[in-house]
Each structure stands twice: as structure tokens, then as C-alpha cells.
């Protein structure tokens, strides 16, 4: 009884009318954070002592940083519950994560290489966090590309599902890259042991701004599961009557 709950909300229509309930309250919660986040960071927060206001890129491009690792994690692991018990949804969850993460590790890199060139005087340098983070849109775009490249839907699932497991040894990598090479980028400045190490003023909206871009990534992935669920249930009798109300 206990897992009773587990497998209807495997279940494709289950999980599609969900969904459909859930989206907006994640996309109208993502709407307001993000922009109170923005009001914070962009209007409220001081200067930084250094960098000015150059240091404000932060509050776009660590979100979108922390996101790509994150997604690239839950694509990795529905990939794995969909080849370990060959549940159909987990696949769909895990294809539905490819451009959503690919997004967002293009925003990291791109706004990385924005606040480079004022910081460090280049768009770009083959730095350790740099580099793997570049590794993990390849691995992005190569698990898309390998699954588009397979018409059958079983063969795209299974093999997009070992190359996304493999490629989860990365994450780590660019999680402590800054910790296992000397590195030009700087480390962690919230995720330390003896506490942040910005004032509550840049610290609160950087958190806001965390929060908002986990409630999009939610709505974003709700949404691409149910376009995912009626691609791959286009044939099931329950789509004509889920559509019809």
C-alpha cells in the first residue's frame, strides 16, 4: 500500500491532469519571486566593494549556474528510474530536462563570460569550472542529439538514459573544481562552512532569485512532460477523452 501513491503518479494520465494543476501555481509563484528578486538585487542591494555594480550579473548567472547542475541531477536520476524499472513517465521527465538544462548552462556560461570581460579582461579562459561547465552543454546537447537520432522510442530512452548516467560524474567535477585546481573563478561564496560570506543585502535576493528559478524550472518541466506524455500516449484512448473536457 505503501508505494500505492508511487505508481499513480507514474501513471501517464494521472500525472498529466496533475500537471495541468500544478503548472501555474509554480509559474505565477516563479513570476513573483524572481521579480522581487530582481527589485532586490538590481535596486536594493549596495554595490560591492570591488567590483561595483559589475557584481550584480551574479544574481542571474549563479542561479542559472546552480540550475544547470541541478537539472542535469533530475535528468539523471528519472533517466535511471526509467531504465532500472522501465517506467515510461521517468523517461519522458528525463527528455523533458535536456533543453531546460541546456538553457540554463548557456545563460551560466554566456553571463559568465559577460561579467570575464570587465573582471578579468577576457570573454573566456580555459579555467576548470569554465571548461567542465562547457562539458556539461556537450553532454546536454549530445544526450538530445542521441535521442533524435533514434526513431524508435524504446532504443532513444535507453540509450539517452546510460549516457545521462555516465555523464553525472561531471557534477561533482564542476561542483569542486574551484577546490581541486587553482582556478581564476572565485569560490563558493554562500555554501560555506563558516557561513556566507555576503551581507543579508546581496544575500537574500541571491536566495529569492534561487528560489524563483527552482519554482520556473518546475512549470517549465510540467509543462514539456505533458507535451512529452501526449506525444508518446498520442494513441491511448484516455488522450481523446483528457482533451475533450
Keep these: 500500500m505503501k508505494w500505492t501513491w508511487f505508481h499513480k503518479l ?3 494520465p494521472h500525472f498529466y491532469r ?3 494543476r500544478l503548472t501555474p501555481w509554480f509559474g505565477w509563484s516563479a513570476l513573483i519571486v524572481i521579480s522581487a528578486a530582481l527589485y532586490g538585487g538590481l535596486v536594493l542591494a ?3 566593494y570591488q567590483q561595483g555594480d559589475g557584481f550584480r550579473i551574479v544574481y542571474v548567472h549563479a542561479p542559472a549556474a546552480w540550475m544547470s547542475l541541478f537539472t542535469y541531477v533530475v535528468m539523471a536520476v528519472a533517466a535511471a528510474v526509467g531504465l532500472i524499472w522501465r517506467i515510461k513517465l ?4 528525463a527528455a523533458s530536462c535536456a533543453p ?3 538553457s540554463f548552462t548557456l545563460i551560466a556560461l554566456v553571463s559568465g563570460s559577460l561579467w570575464g570581460v570587465p573582471m578579468w579582461g577576457t570573454w573566456w579562459v580555459w579555467d576548470a569550472r569554465l571548461t567542465s561547465e562547457l562539458i556539461l552543454l556537450f553532454l546536454y546537447l549530445g544526450y538530445m542529439a542521441l535521442r533524435s537520432s533514434i526513431d524508435d522510442v524504446q532504443r532513444a530512452d535507453r540509450a539517452g538514459a546510460i549516457l545521462a548516467i555516465v555523464g553525472v560524474i561531471n557534477v561533482p567535477i564542476i561542483h569542486y573544481s574551484v577546490e581541486w585546481w587553482n582556478s581564476l573563478h572565485q569560490t563558493s561564496t554562500v ?4 557561513g556566507p560570506a555576503m551581507p543579508a543585502s546581496m544575500l537574500t535576493p541571491l536566495l529569492m532569485m534561487f528560489v524563483g528559478f527552482k ?3 518546475g512549470a517549465v518541466l510540467l509543462t514539456r512532460v505533458r507535451g512529452e506524455v501526449l506525444r508518446r500516449e498520442r494513441n491511448a484512448a484516455w488522450i481523446g477523452e483528457v482533451l475533450q473536457k
Design 46 to 48: 549596495p554595490p560591492d
Design 10 to 12: 507514474a501513471s501517464p
Design 18 to 20: 496533475l500537471a495541468g
Design 90 to 93: 521517468a523517461h519522458a521527465v
Design 215 to 217: 519554482l520556473y524550472f
Design 100 to 102: 531546460i538544462g541546456a
Design 191 to 194: 555554501m560555506r562552512g563558516d
